[in-house]
Nanobody, 125 residues
């Protein structure tokens, strides 16, 4: 089992930047993919970004492409989400997640096995 603890949320103005971190512990060697999702009030949880450890490939939702960067360390114990040029529509609770299978559908929350507790990001206009 993998335990995840996320940190780094906060409030910024439009155009600002934030960096989220996710610390993984437990059977981190068993993870194939780690990702970030977000959920705004009244909306479903949506995919933001992910990194596939094999080849260190990264994937992004169209809404954040070019503004967000996901990166992790070789030991699979930390995944960060660097967010720039933030917009009010980026406001949400952000969750990190880990999959212990080499999943194909990265954008589906149900494919991930472990979740962090969530961290609030608020972007004011």
């Amino acid at each position: 089992q993998v335990q995840l603890v996320s940190s780094g949320g906060g409030e910024v103005q439009t155009g600002g930047s934030l960096r989220l971190s996710c610390a993984a512990s437990g059977r981190t060697f068993s993870t194939y993919v780690m990702g970030w999702f977000r959920q705004a009030p009244g909306k479903e949880r949506e995919f933001v970004a992910a990194i596939r450890w094999s080849g260190s490939s990264t994937y992004y939702a169209d809404s954040v492409k070019g503004r967000f960067i996901v990166a992790g360390n070789y030991a699979k114990t930390t995944v960060a989400l660097q967010m720039a040029r933030l917009k009010p529509e980026d406001t949400a609770v952000y969750y990190c997640a880990a999959a212990i299978r080499n999943i194909a559908a990265l954008s589906s929350p149900s494919n991930f096995d472990s979740w962090g507790q969530g961290t609030q990001v608020t972007v004011s206009s």
